[in-house]
T-cell receptor
């Protein structure tokens, strides 16, 4: 069974540009989460999908961030326009409905210069 | 909202020693607690979990202790090996609707010296 995969693994963009991160969860996992870790800080929750519906997006920093999960399969997280403080590692995780164990992808390291 | 904190950002131990990593949480209604290990360049990986109705759970070389009175969680690693070097995160899970959302702490970097 393939794990959670994220693309790209690294992205370096200039301030003001747009970046789209992709996450492919484990097949059959209804729950999909996005997290971000800024250097040395906690892994901070961004939002949670159940299938294609946003269940909780309380962690999204501002309206420059847009997450979608069309069809309830893969998800994208777009940052537009990117700012310097958006730099960090963005993790995606998925889990089966009602289950506690979330499986994480390897993360996308985003650097905004 | 939930807050999760770790007592030490870095823990250095000698190979073969036992390691103890601590975590404190704020929400007494939390249902599950999970320890994750994150190695460089990888995402967090599940190590062990414990339900709120338990106070101890053992795995292979790892033990998790839960003290609900003081809202404290610890991970004990026996006979620490160089391969255990990683960042360890505790995650506190609270049921929201039909799903569990993990809330993470800052992480403790475990450095094992040969």
């Amino acid at each position: 069974e393939a794990g959670v995969t994220q693309f790209p693994s690294h992205s370096v963009i200039e301030k003001g540009q747009t970046v789209t991160l992709r996450c492919d969860p484990i097949s059959g996992h209804d729950n999909l989460y996005w997290y971000r870790r800024v250097m040395g800080k906690e892994i901070k929750f961004l939002l949670h999908f159940v299938k294609e519906s946003k269940q909780d997006e309380s962690g999204m920093p501002n309206n420059r961030f847009l997450a979608e999960r069309t069809g309830g399969t893969y998800s994208t997280l777009k940052v537009q326009p990117a700012e310097l403080e958006d730099s960090g590692v963005y993790f995606c995780a998925s889990s089966r409905g009602g289950r506690t164990e979330a499986f994480f992808g390897q993360g996308t390291r985003l650097t905004v210069v | 909202g939930e807050s999760v904190g770790l007592h030490l950002p870095t823990l250095s131990v000698q190979e073969g020693d036992n390691s103890i990593i601590n975590c404190a949480y704020s929400n007494s209604a939390s249902d599950y607690f999970i320890w994750y290990k994150q190695e460089s360049g990888k995402g967090p990986q599940f190590i062990i979990d414990i339900r709120s109705n338990m106070d101890k759970r053992q795995g292979q070389r790892v033990t998790v202790l839960l003290n609900k009175t003081v809202k404290h969680l610890s991970l004990q690693i026996a006979a620490t090996q160089p391969g255990d070097s990683a960042v360890y995160f505790c995650a506190v899970l609270t049921r929201t609707g039909g799903s569990y959302i993990p809330t993470f702490g800052r992480g403790t970097s475990l450095i094992v010296h040969p």
